[in-house]
């Protein structure tokens, strides 16, 4: 059965998520660690430890996307990702505006694409966006002319923030990732960071084991192309790194979880646990942490621990994918 | 007086050639001499199909669609009968708002059209509405269809009022506490995108509460476009028992799966959501075995406004009143699973017999045709289907003797009879 390719609709069924793009007049778009090929994930991770090493050797500044304009467009709030944003794009040299959930005139009624178009015609090439809403960077792609950045997009994807995981395990796993594991742990339905991780991790070769409370793992989680282990001691047994995930306490609220106090003892990472992964694995946590719940303050500060080398990591990933969105070629600016 | 003669068509259920002569409205014998002539070229005739669940959305969103467009429609989609839902704003729940529905049908439309009455006052679950008034106003059922009446002591009462009244009740099965925030089918491709899920269950769980207070009441129970595997064995169950149980489900349940969501199309979103791949094999052997009892399309029409918005934001529902009969062909007929005899059957209770009302459709069950969402009567353009190629098109409808929709290459001597004039 054939489709007509002409739609008003956003993002046709099938439609590649990286490149080649679908969007009007051609942008480059990172909306999601899916279907991201394997060469496109090196080319950003190795473009991003150029320019950690850039911004380790001191006040470096390019102005390699001086006569580009970036809106950060967060619908949600955030505090670690769109700072990361704001500070990469003024590395680079590039024009920016941001606004928050807070004063911006979706709440006078105004639809999301309306809001989005207005920017587009102050002429911004590039417009990263977070969403309570799953499917917004990919809607906007479909819509308005311009490079769409996903920065969290409901339950869906965080790829910038799954390209900073890779990087820090990368780190850690000597740029080899063919046979290590990860073991994610907690809340894998409402992640977003879960599923770019997973995208992101199986595309490079590696093994990712998911394990949490029942009511908390999506259905068919497997065909996601992971493991599910049935215990926390299960999924850390000789795994090569462990990843946290973040609890939330509306969890409770809605009745998929009975207490912290259950979800500590039963799923979170305590030293005894951490014990069980390979001497050398590691331990990450996209924040913010509940110390104490799903990982304990000895574990997060611990030496195994790469939590604050992933926040580090997140300005040199997000300088490649805002210098390959605007030149197609993430090591631009470097 | 107005007369029709139908030359050279194929009666539907034999495919002996047939001349079907129509006058004041009615199938005859013989029409009077000097009728008007529509040459069928060989074309099946069958009776008018009829969809017992349509929304025409009046009153009160009529930008989604009116009595007009949605008629209009149903005309070009070979119907000459549909029942529209009453989850309209605001709601038909008194006599004044199925009486008005009728005055607007009888002004407006091009097809009969038969009001269903909300069970509860402004579908809140909570008040009884006039079933007795209802009925004796023109409602031929009672639905809360869109809001389930979720309490089970609540819908005893009103299956047992209803049966009083005489009155079916069409269930929009779907447990709320189930469903939650879901959005689309819980599955693979729900995770894949991170949208909340709605599993099966949340229908079949109300589907097995209702039939069994079909058997404590005796009321009577038509369950609302099935989707489940498990809901289809829920209603085998029930027949068996010999319970005053029936079921429909609609073209989209037999052709897609939950993967035509792709990247959130919303044009693919719709309640309940496309399944599993077994579900739809499942609503193909339900339809098989006879135990499905007729299709309708839960025509949904909505703005293309409301539907290009974020997947989870956007309305659910689809258009199909164009695109039912094509649907029914290719994917029922053409495969093998069906006879164009018994899938048309599950479309029409209507007879092609003297002395029988004259609403007729003609088919060319072989035209092959691209499904083009811009040139529907609807004003909804919200398919999955648009740009599709299909098999079976709709040459003529007509309804109570008179043309409510015309193919333009078909050939015709004499004035046709108009709709408006046979209304009149």
Known sequence: MERATASPYPAPAGAGFFYPSTAVGGRRHLLGLERVSREA???????????RERLAAGRWRSDALAQVAVCNAFFEDST?????????????????????PAGTSVSKGETLLDTLRVLQSMRVEIIVVRHRSAGVPAFLAGQLDASIVNAGDGEHEHPTQGLLDLMTLGDAWQERFDGRRLAIV???????????????????????????????????????????????EDALSGADGVMALRLQKERMESGLLPSLGEYAATWGLTPERIRLMKPEAVVMHPGPMNRGVEIAPEVADGA???????????????????AWCATGDAKAAA | MSALVIRGARHWRTGAPL?????????????????????AKGAILAPGLVDLHVHLREPGQSAKETIATGTRAAAAGGFTAVAC???TDPVLDSVAWIEWVLSRARAAGRCRVHPIGAVTLGQKGETLTPAHALARAGAVALSDDGRPVMSAGMMRHALEYAAQAELPIVCHEEDLTLRGEGVMHEGFTATRLGLRGIPGAAETVMVRRDVELAALTGGRVHLAHLSTAESFEALRDAKRRGLAVSGETCPHYWTLTDESVGDYDTRAKMNPPLRSAADRDATIAAIQDGTIDCFVTDHAPHTEEEKRQPFAEAPFGIVGLETALALTITFLVEPGHLSLERALELWT??????????????IDADAEWTIDATRFHSKGRNTPFDGWRVHGKVLATVCAGAVTHADAALAVRGALPEFAEARA
């Open chain 1, 41 to 51: 994930i090196v080319d950003l991770l190795d473009a991003a430890r150029l320019y």
């Open chain 1, 80 to 100: 670690r990702t769109r700072c990361s944003f704001e500070l990469a794009e003024q590395r680079l040299g590039a024009m920016h505006v941001s606004f928050g």
């Open chain 1, 186 to 232: 907690g809340d894998i339905a409402h992640s977003r960071v879960a599923r770019s991780a997973i995208a992101g991790l199986t595309t490079l070769g590696a093994e990712v084991t998911v394990c949490g409370p029942a009511t908390l793992l999506p259905a068919d989680v497997e065909a996601l192309g992971c493991e599910v282990a049935p215990t926390v």
């Open chain 1, 304 to 322: 195994r621990s790469r939590v604050f080398d992933q926040t580090a990591n997140g300005l040199p990933v997000r300088c490649a994918v805002l």
């Open chain 2, 19 to 39: 001349d079907l002569a129509i006058a004041d409205g009615l199938i005859v014998d013989r029409a009077p001499d000097g009728a008007p002539e529509l040459d």
């Open chain 2, 85 to 87: 839902m009453p989850n």
């Open chain 2, 349 to 362: 209770d209507a007879r092609l017999e003297p002395g029988h009302p004259a609403d007729v459709t003609l």
